[in-house]
């Protein structure tokens, strides 16, 4: 549940945090007019967010063994690279969306073509709606109803928040939100690699190399019931969930999830480094 919380959290509150600047902006120049372009645009990616869960639904529904464990294993790494994408995507843009939001409107407006408005809205909730059902999706694939629960939650939780930002209660620092939530895309998305890997060790498609690098897992209870820290346990289930935690690895998840954290780690960390840490980075290891 806290994992389907926390990325139903972080997404929605993405798209919020777009749609507030467009609807500020939309504000600002007294274009109440402009709404209903803005509205249709969220109700169209909202409805097209829906379609793509029943397609997720229906697809995995008619699936069993090998075909099952692809389609998890596939599900898996789209939503990593897709989560991966959006880390390169706000290291990029985290400190200049708001100009370019407010630029691409005012040329919507100066040439007539408010569907132009729309269409921002639209990819605004429509993207965030995709990398939800895709993680959400694979979440759902072993714990259903507390998934449900959570996404619930983070949506309104999301709506209370909205409502206090909106009204000037509070206001979020956008670039640093973007900076502080990649760490925690990188982690989700880490571990969706790793079990992207495990279901293709599962089906045969990649070779463990070594089945159990080690093995962690206490031993059952007397009465059979999991311990909590085992993978299938209360606390270990939830790791399993949020981060991918599996207690017995094999060496080809090892390495698939190690290296993802020090390749994206990098790039993140080098992204968002302030001119501060650089010059004193120089300093410390000058060029020869």
Partial sequence: MLASFLITFREALEAALIIG???????KLGRKDLNRYLYLGIAGAIAASTVVALLFKLIYGKLAGTAEQLFESIAALTAAAVLTYMIFWMAENSKKIKG???????VSISKGQMAGIAALSFVAVFREGVETVLFLG?????????????????????????YIMFKGIYRLDVSK?????????ILFSAGLVATGIHEFNEA?????IIEHVWDINPPLNPDGSYPL???????????KSLIGYNASPSLTEMLA???YWIVIGIFVYRTYKT???VKAHESRHPQD
């Fill in 177 to 185: 939100f973007f900076k502080y939530t990649s760490i925690l895309l």
């Fill in 275 to 277: 001119p501060g840490e």
């Fill in 229 to 239: 820290l085992h993978e299938n346990g209360l606390i270990g289930s939830s790791l």
């Fill in 21 to 27: 600047i467009i609807a500020a902006y939309i504000k």
């Fill in 204 to 208: 045969g498609i990649i070779p463990p």
């Fill in 100 to 106: 370019e939001l407010q630029e691409k409107i005012d």
């Fill in 138 to 162: 694979t979440l759902a694939i072993t714990s259903p109803v507390d998934t449900l629960i959570g996404f619930a939650a983070g949506i309104l939780t999301i709506v209370l928040l909205s």
């Fill in 257 to 259: 999830y190690i290296s």
